[in-house]
T-cell receptor
Framework: NAGVTQTPKFQVLKTGQSMTLQCAQD?????MSWYRQDPGMGLRLIHY???????DQGEVPNGYNVSRSTTEDFPLRLLSAAPSQTSVYFC?????????????FGQGTRLTVV | QQQVKQSPQSLIVQKGGISIINCAYE??????FPWYQQFPGKGPALLIAIRPDVSEKKEGRFTISFNKSAKQFSLHIMDSQPGDSATYFCAASSGSGNTGKLIFGQGTTLQVKP
């Protein structure tokens, strides 16, 4: 099993450019989420999904769009990149609401917006 | 508004010593409290987790202590080893352990000196 796979691992964007961060999981998990990690701020939830076709906003959704057309994939779109979106982005997946469930994280995408 | 507050920001411990990281939360609806460990360049990985119906959970050298009335929980690492050097995050979620929607603390960078 590959687990949670994120691509690309590194990306440099110019202000105003758009791009999509890819996330795929092969564990048939219901729940998928996107977080950003910034120094001194921990991980903050951007968007999450409880199943195909269902998404909702997290703590810091502005500037990001998501969709979930399949169970496996949960791409994160930056429509017009800003320097404030420079961060490390993590995708996570889990079975859903149950006892002792675990969220599995990808290796991250380091994004720099110049 | 930081719903989960973590301290200290950084911690240096001698090999064999005890590492203690503390977290406090505000939302009484939280019902699942995991700790994640992250090594440089990697995604976070679940270390240990607790539910509020128990006051302590131990797995090997790692123990979570939970104080529901004080809305605090802590991670104790006994016999700390250099391989434990990493960043540790506490987190919380509500809705019977909805791990699609984790709220993280700010993180603690632990260095264990040989």
């Amino acid at each position: 099993n590959a687990g949670v796979t994120q691509t690309p691992k590194f990306q440099v964007l110019k202000t105003g450019q758009s791009m999509t961060l890819q996330c795929a999981q092969d564990m048939n998990h219901e729940y998928m989420s996107w977080y950003r990690q910034d120094p001194g701020m921990g991980l903050r939830l951007i968007h999450y999904s409880v199943g195909a076709g269902i998404t909702d906003q997290g703590e810091v959704p502005n500037g990001y769009n998501v969709s979930r057309s399949t169970t496996e994939d949960f791409p994160l779109r930056l429509l017009s990149a800003a320097p404030s979106q420079t961060s490390v982005y993590f995708c996570a997946s889990s079975w859903g609401v149950s006892r002792d469930t675990e969220a599995f994280f990808g290796q991250g995408t380091r994004l720099t917006v110049v | 508004q930081q719903q989960v507050k973590q301290s200290p920001q950084s911690l240096i411990v001698q090999k064999g010593g005890i590492s203690i990281i503390n977290c406090a939360y505000e939302n009484t609806a939280f019902d699942y409290f995991p700790w994640y460990q992250q090594f440089p360049g990697k995604g976070p990985a679940l270390l240990i987790a607790i539910r509020p119906d128990v006051s302590e959970k131990k797995e090997g050298r790692f123990t979570i202590s939970f104080n529901k009335s004080a809305k605090q929980f802590s991670l104790h690492i006994m016999d700390s080893q250099p391989g434990d050097s990493a960043t540790y995050f506490c987190a919380a979620s509500s809705g019977s352990g909805n791990t699609g929607k984790l709220i993280f603390g700010q993180g603690t960078t632990l260095q264990v000196k040989p």
